[in-house]
């Protein structure tokens, strides 16, 4: 059993910067492919990043490639998620996830919501024009 706390969220300008962070409990963490996803509203969940086990690999979304980056550091058990350049169309609710050894899918990016095994409750990020 994984549980998954999100923090960071909040109302920053276009152009400002935020960072996320998931703090995550169980015993396995370095085993499990994390994952950021967003919703917005009457839209789908879609994935922004993902990070493997080890931190080696990473993917983005190609509307956040050069704006966002994604870390770990297994020791402490958390996933970051560091925002720049905020647009108004990062809008929505950021979701952490873990997905037990699928690194190979993040390699790809074929990191999809179906496949999670764990998910945070969700931190809100809403850039103001």
């Known amino acids: 059993q994984v549980q998954l706390v999100e923090s960071g969220g909040g109302l920053v300008q276009a152009g400002g910067s935020l960072r996320l962070s998931c703090a995550a409990s169980?015993?396995?963490?370095?085993?499990?492919?994390m994952a950021w996803f967003r919703q917005a509203p009457g839209k789908e969940r879609e994935a922004v990043s993902c990070?493997?086990?080890?931190?080696?690999?990473?993917n983005y979304a190609d509307s956040v490639k050069g704006r966002f980056t994604i870390s770990r550091d297994n020791a402490k058990k958390s996933v970051y998620l560091e925002m720049n350049s905020l647009k108004p169309e990062d809008t929505g609710t950021y979701y952490c996830?873990?997905?037990?050894?699928?690194?190979?899918?993040?390699?790809?990016?074929?990191?999809?919501?179906?496949?999670?095994?764990?998910w945070g409750q969700g931190t809100q990020v809403t850039v103001s024009q």
């Open positions: 996830a873990a997905d037990l050894f699928s690194d190979d899918e993040c390699d790809h990016g074929k990191i999809v919501p179906a496949g999670i095994d764990y």
């Open positions: 169980g015993r396995t963490f370095s085993g499990y492919t």
């Open positions: 990070i493997s086990g080890s931190g080696g690999i990473t």
